[in-house]
């Protein structure tokens, strides 16, 4: 699949193609050339099945990639997959492009930044929140994970309410939380002991809270910047994880309090962000991302991966 802009394929013939480094854009292309297996004396039915009949016991059957299709987080063995005391549990938000469709997510350990960022103002990032939380909960007995969500970006009221119904229906404590509320639930888990269990604080649009906690406490002389800074260095080692869709990088990067607070969240997944922008943010300037729509970028920077991806589709979504 090549970018609209990239006319590399237009003057092929049989027995060519184009391979294409960069998720299609211009000027990654290399022409190859490959024989012509119908013409060979061989019969390709009786070569496929020997072959298949020659893989190694235990290997996956063969799979065939779509690229034009989204997956649905229902319809995924990985999901089906997931029961609850997994250890770390595993925050799921699409299908990694590659041949097999690997699961693509964030392990939420107690290292230092095992927290969830999704950027960008695609839609998409309220949407790939709530396939985080549930398959979260999905890997706890009920009552041993508790879920704060914060529904304050416009829109995400609805979704946020379908699933506190769906994470209570689990037996899950939930509480919704507006923007003071936020404020106050940072205050209590920044200076807090550790709390038994998981608690996964879930806020839809965490830029909009950008006031608010700019303000200063009269008694404490803390912000709630302050707080949120705590609770990203030190609640992962508290059982304390913070899944958030902000629809700026500015404005995570004022969160985190400069670039040099970026290793405060390790795990970031962007939508329709520029390369150069989110390059450098992260610090890595050869950066090979063009945004597009149904595809998303996953980094996970304590394990200095990144992975084209394919976000999870909403039922809307589907045909």
């Known amino acids: 699949m090549l970018d609209p802009r990239n006319d590399a394929a237009r003057g092929l013939t049989v027995g060519t193609a184009v391979v294409n480094t960069a998720a299609g ?4 292309d290399v ?3 490959f024989p012509d297996a119908h013409a060979a004396t061989i019969d390709l039915t009786a ?13 996956r ?69 709530r396939c985080a939380v549930l398959a979260l909960a999905k890997q706890h007995a009920p009552g041993t994970a508790r879920f704060l969500l914060a529904p304050l970006a416009p829109g995400t009221t609805d979704s946020a309410d379908d699933l506190a119904m769906t994470l209570a229906a689990a037996g899950h404590p939930v509480r919704r939380l507006d923007t003071a509320a936020l404020r106050a639930q940072l ?34 002389f803390r912000s ?20 958030g869709w902000w629809r ?23 939508l329709n962000v520029p390369a150069a922008d989110l390059g450098l943010h992260l610090g890595m300037h050869d950066l090979a991302w063009t945004p597009r729509d149904g595809r ?20 809307s979504d589907q045909p």
């Open 187 to 220: 205050a209590e888990v920044a200076g807090g002991d550790p709390t038994p269990g998981r608690t996964y604080l879930v806020v839809f649009g965490m830029d909009a809270a950008a006031g608010t906690l700019a303000a200063t406490d009269p008694g404490t």
């Open 61 to 129: 059957p063969p799979a065939v990639f779509r690229g034009h299709e989204a997956p649905r987080i229902a319809d995924d063995p990985a999901w089906a997959a997931l029961t609850p005391g997994a250890d770390p549990p595993y925050a799921l938000v699409g299908r990694v492009v590659d041949v097999a469709g690997s699961p693509a997510g964030f392990a939420l350990d107690a290292s230092p930044g095992r927290h969830l960022a999704v950027v960008g103002t695609a839609a998409a990032g309220a949407d790939m929140l």
């Open 296 to 315: 998303a970028l996953l980094v996970d920077r304590h394990e200095h991966r990144t992975a084209l991806i394919v976000p999870y589709a909403t039922e």
């Open 31 to 33: 022409e190859v050339r």
């Open 47 to 59: 070569l496929r099945h020997e072959l298949h009949a020659a893989r190694p016991a235990g290997s």
């Open 224 to 243: 709630g910047h302050d707080d949120l800074r705590a609770v990203l260095r030190h609640g992962p080692a508290r059982g304390v994880h913070v899944l």
């Open 25 to 28: 854009a211009p000027g990654a």
């Open 248 to 270: 700026g990088l500015r404005r995570l990067a004022d969160d985190l309090g400069g670039s040099g607070h970026r290793d405060d969240v390790t795990g970031l997944v962007a």
